[in-house]
C-alpha cells in the first residue's frame, strides 16, 4: 500500500526552525516529483514546495522563499522540510504529497497525500 | 495565474450540482486541471484527475470538465448524497514551477 506519513510539527515561537518529515511506503520516491502543500485553520489549500524526481528542479512559492528548504533522502525514501525564521502565518497542517506520473515534472496531479502534521507558530 | 471557485454551494440529495472553478492570468487549458475532495478531519483524495478521469473507487456520478472559451473547469456531482458533503477543490499548474489551488467550495448536502 502506498503511503505517506508526516511528523515534526510541533508548537514554536516566531523566528524559531523546525524540520518536517515524510516517510513514504509501497513506492519508490525517487521515481516520482514530490510536493508540501499546507492548509491553514479556516483557510484553502496553498502549495508551498516541490522536488522534481531527480532532484535536479525545486520550486518555492513566494510566501516561503528563502526561508524553507525542500530536500529528498532516496536512500531513505523519505522527504523532508527545513523551515526557517517562521512566523505565525506559517501556522497550518502540512501535508507531503507523491505525483501521479513517474519521472514527471509539472503538468501532473497531486496523487497521494499523507494525513498531515500541525505547526503551530506563537509566542 | 490564479483559480476562483464559489465559496460555498447547497443542494439536496438526488440532485446534480456544478462547482466551477475560473482561471484568470492564463489559459486554464494549458494544463490539466484536478480536483480535490477534503471531508472534515480527512486529508484531501482525488476524485477527477486530468481534467476528466476518476481515479479507481471514485464513483461516476463524478465528471469533470474544462471549456476554453469561459476559461474554466467544472466538476459535476449528480445523484448528490449526503457523504459528498465536503470542501472542493480545484488545482492546476502553472507553467512556471508553481502549482495553484482554487480557494475552495463548500458543498453542503440537505
Known amino acids: 500500500e502506498v503511503q505517506l506519513v508526516e511528523s515534526g510539527g510541533d508548537l514554536v515561537q516566531p523566528g524559531r526552525s523546525l524540520r518536517l518529515s515524510c516517510a513514504a511506503s509501497g513506492f519508490n520516491i525517487d521515481d516520482y516529483a514530490m510536493h508540501w502543500v499546507r492548509q491553514a485553520p479556516g483557510k484553502g489549500l496553498e502549495w508551498v514546495s516541490g522536488i522534481s524526481w531527480d532532484s535536479d528542479s525545486i520550486a518555492y512559492a513566494a510566501s516561503v522563499k528563502g526561508r524553507f528548504t525542500i530536500s529528498r533522502d532516496n536512500a531513505k525514501n523519505s522527504l523532508y522540510l527545513q523551515m526557517n525564521s517562521l512566523r505565525p502565518e506559517d501556522t497550518a497542517l502540512y501535508y507531503c504529497?507523491?505525483?501521479?506520473?513517474?519521472?514527471?515534472?509539472?503538468?501532473?496531479?497531486?496523487?497521494?497525500w499523507g494525513q498531515g502534521t500541525m505547526v503551530t507558530v506563537s509566542s | 495565474f490564479t483559480l476562483t471557485q464559489p465559496h460555498s454551494l447547497s443542494e439536496s440529495p438526488g440532485k446534480t450540482v456544478i462547482i466551477s472553478c475560473t482561471g484568470s492570468g492564463g489559459n486554464i487549458a494549458s494544463n490539466y486541471v484536478h480536483w480535490y475532495q477534503r471531508r472534515p478531519g480527512s486529508a484531501p483524495s482525488t476524485v477527477i484527475y486530468d481534467n476528466n478521469l476518476r481515479p479507481s473507487g471514485v464513483p461516476d456520478r463524478f465528471s469533470g470538465s474544462v471549456d476554453s472559451s469561459s476559461n474554466s473547469a467544472s466538476l459535476t456531482i449528480s445523484g448528490l448524497k449526503t457523504e459528498d458533503e465536503a470542501d472542493y477543490y480545484c488545482q492546476s499548474y502553472d507553467g512556471s514551477e508553481h502549482w495553484v489551488f482554487g480557494g475552495g467550495t463548500k458543498l453542503t448536502v440537505l
Open positions: 504529497i507523491k505525483d501521479l506520473v513517474v519521472n514527471n515534472w509539472g503538468n501532473d496531479a497531486f496523487h497521494v
